[in-house]
């Protein structure tokens, strides 16, 4: 099976780094195809640039589709354009805050998000609580690292880990998520550090993607996703006119 | 002081309706400047075109706050890029679905949405939730017309009036929203031949964007909602990078 | 159009004061008339008082519709009454814990109420949750000044701003609501100091009301808010029988 | 112990009845006290009426306190002036929808109410969910019988009895809550009838007062329900400023 | 009437303490008959421990219907089994830490609940929820001391006192509830220290269970808690089967 | 990776149907072993079943554990002692309810559920709100059919089909979750024949037990699911002491 993986930033270097992630947590016979939107913000750190990442992300998975592609994930903790992609794929479409939550709820009984800069937290509670996980999300912490300084930074590692340890006394939790894509690398060793399970949602993305492949699932065409209206569009956005 | 309404399609005879909705609602001494964004969809009818709308929203937002826009209306039901538009006008920024809701409960128990596609019902009912309106809206209902047919079907306003009505049956509600910009015209006389308060959202959000104007309220910038952060855009829409 | 602003409590320096914050926030073309209840309790700082100041409340709102009122606003953030008033008004009727929890949602993310005494803090909480914003509300702090000393102690200015400041830290807000009628001169320097937007319900609730009155909005007439029912009053209350 | 079944509305024949429910109900060692409130609407039939009974139940309130009431009941199914009521009582109080309510929970998965006019089943919905209760309230259905003519209409059993079926099988309920004091002699005979249990607010509340009482415990002092403190009353409700 | 009190842990020490807390709390004409359940864990601090006393517990149910019980007490804050065993009990059965919730929201806003070990703070977060009471339960602190060692250690006492006064500061409630029937004995005298209501589970569950037997109230044998369907039992649980 | 599914009634038939429809889930390099409780129930359809049918269940999970199981899946649709077999498994533990709402959310707005006996119906509500769906889980619908006789009933088949069809109609849903472990055959049939998404909690279970293992998660050991605290157990299910 064909997942694709779409970074919806502009930046490449973040895209290898998610492939990563993303191919560790594949199982045997999953293709993970890693891809770098064309066009719009370098990196997602407010609802603006998330907005304008979409016309990126939706030509990446237009493509995917049309090439093969089983399943997507929106490798931006935001999940911005979510609802809209699953509009337009062949397959499902997983955002990577909705599959890290989904995860956490099932190792544990509450979960603390720790994320990049501290005006993204709000938005992180206000997925949790649309997930259905309002009362599972105990807390959201942020290192107020910028997303691009997670890979330069040489102290990121530690001020991560630093605000997982604070997240876990200050909330009682017993599960950590990390709030982006970018932090994909880090699960796994933090998870050894704090004794508790680290979710990464590219992971957990890639996993329960081929989890509703293998279930033979996907989004339902009755109603709300069933594929957009055809008409006409305007302006520099045209192309994107469906037929 | 200036309300600036966007209409975020590219129809601008729709634009044309909402315009009169919009000052029908206006105090004295409040201008009302009707925008039609320059790109995207005809209409929005999904949340692709939702999605693919924002841009041009942005960008005619971005505009009306550079020159003097004191409150923005953002004229579509689905309410799309709220968020993204509040980080970057100058003052406060209204959605029609939020402002219609808001007026809803402020008049009544319990609203029914009726609205054009069935498609768009679960949207409707998503915002009524993430707005903390859940348990006062009591159903959705759709009427089954495009909306660039509300303009030219002539059994529009006949089938919404009974899609109207059959909603205060089934959901024991007392008050109505329309759920859509392009139904602006006939809140006033729906409301006569229902006997109960009809909102349209347009003018609902003039009336509250005023509101907030007159209290000196606009979009907080501590967290959330603060400036974005200066970066780098890449591809086609590479303009809308902040400095 | 007539807003006309009640003052529950039987205090009238209060009134002159509410009235002035009433009269900042009115359009060109809104007359407010401020109006002291004529019986019942000098301030209101616990159920007992909120429940018998709606005798006074009611007294007042039918005199006004009677004498030409559009709207009337209830000014006090426990909003007693508001049902009942909501009954017999011709016009809308706004309380101003709704107005400013209303306004406040539009404006931020999250909000903190800071309010007189702690006792009615949970009174302002569960008014939070009944009106949909229970994940809105992200704490409400006590400043301990009685209602009637706001006017007279001169640190209570310095109290509160005090509130204001640790309810921003303690919540990660980035909204205040002031809860109290008597507060309603501090909301502009106060937002000025702390840098966010401070939320007068006074101000809010006269803003919303003629905001509906402009939409042509009033209270649903079908069902819960429907004229009450003719009937006997005994004892002391006689007069208020309704034919 | 000494248990006070307020009836507030002030028409003694409901009081007798009342009564006889409320006796019926109570443990060996358990004297019931039924009062009449001296002031206000003869029925309670709407948030008006619910409004202006309250003074007058908080007058036999007090007295009750005063003359060794150890619990006191509210006898009428809006809970009007409870939380006024448990600031001044010196025993714990309960409301009748609330302990009818509780009550149901405890007995089955999920209830609906039957109460009178229809306009009171939305503040019915509105109980239960305050009261933490709105998932396992599965409906309101009203009998259109005005809480007087539940005396007098020879048709009003058969008519409650056709309302219980329906909710039933329309709500796929378990358990039956009867909406108005004024119906507590029907609970044991529909109970037989229909199969499920029918709760009776009247004997719920008289069980739940004397369990608390038995168990030590009355309304918390510590906050929000602290004696109101001390001040002036203005005007006709002079007499309750509280020392 | 005879109330069954069920410890579903296998000491017989602690029984004798719950039989007298529940003894203090039956009103006069109440038989109280304590039961220890023959096979499980010698206490229950754990999902596990919590599953592995239901069979005992279902046993002691069983046997206590057809021995007259007219209502049944589970003695264990997990509430373990509580609907296995409303199926099949002839009255209705209280589980302490549902009873306790219930009458902690009648006397106050909100409530803390004091409980043994840490690891069971989550199960009582999960009943306040389940029950309707995430609003009203302000927090779950532990005094991590086992359930046993409640009766032994000597500090037992003086370590949960400290846990309630720093539950009441934390948490700004007005109530307290024990999270072990283990503490039945002590809810008196910390009320008197502490000057709030401190609600044990046990005489909450007696006194409710009176309530519903006084008013004529069972299980519903409508739909869910219908009698289980007969059916073979294998293995070593093969008498549990019912004809 | 070994995926153990524990089939916890003691039905070897439903096994063996069961473990073909997890094997069609798994992907490569995953072996299922499908393992059937060795006491208690038939089959499960009542809270007491599912009550008794856990000690069994739980001897699986420990032996599996022991005996290299990565992941369990628990293969009834009541999740009968999931938290109990969290606290005890090596690996993380799936319930077939948990998993199979989880991935309804991930393909659609909102999904029904059509189970077997109406009894169990209110039971798929609570596992549904518990777990976070209330919004998205728009009704369950019984088609009356008993566990057992799902693969016996000629008609089986057509009745499930036609109470699904009824459910996607009634409810506006888009999504079909079915309610017991016995239909995992019928998934992928129904959906040809529906249109629409249909969910096995089987194989949903599976997919999502496997992406657990992939990303290396598992249940969390801080707080409430660490290992249970050694302990004496009294009676015949003396065996079940931890050590």
Redesign the interface.
Known sequence: MIVDVVNPN?TGSMTALVAEGARA??????TVRAVT???????I????????A???L?EAVLEGSATGADAHVVACFGDP?L??C???ARG?V?GIA?AAM??A??????FSVVTT???????AR?LA????????CAGVHACEI?VLELETDPLARATIAAACARA?DDD?S??LVLGCAGMTDL??SL?DEL???V??GV??A???A???V?????????????R??A????????R???R
Do not use: C, I, N, W
Not at 105 to 110: E, K, M, Q, T
Not at 129 to 136: K, L, Q
Not at 214 to 226: F, I, K, P
């Open positions: 502009t947590a594949a199982g045997p016979g999953t939107s064309r066009s719009g913000p370098a990196s750190e407010s609802h603006y640039d998330e907005a304008l979409v016309p990126g939706l354009g609802d809209a699953r509009e337009v499902p997983l909705e989904h995860a709820v099932l190792v544990g009984r509450s800069l501290a005006r993204t937290a709000p938005r206000e609580v649309r997930y259905g996980f309002g009362e599972h910028p876990l009682d017993d599960v699960a796994a998870s004794g508790v399970p979710v990464d992971a957990a890639v996993g329960m081929q989890a509703l293998l279930a033979g699932l996907s989004t339902s065409r009755r109603g709300e996703y069933a957009p209206p008409k006409a569009y305007a302006g520099e956005l045209q994107f006119a469906l």
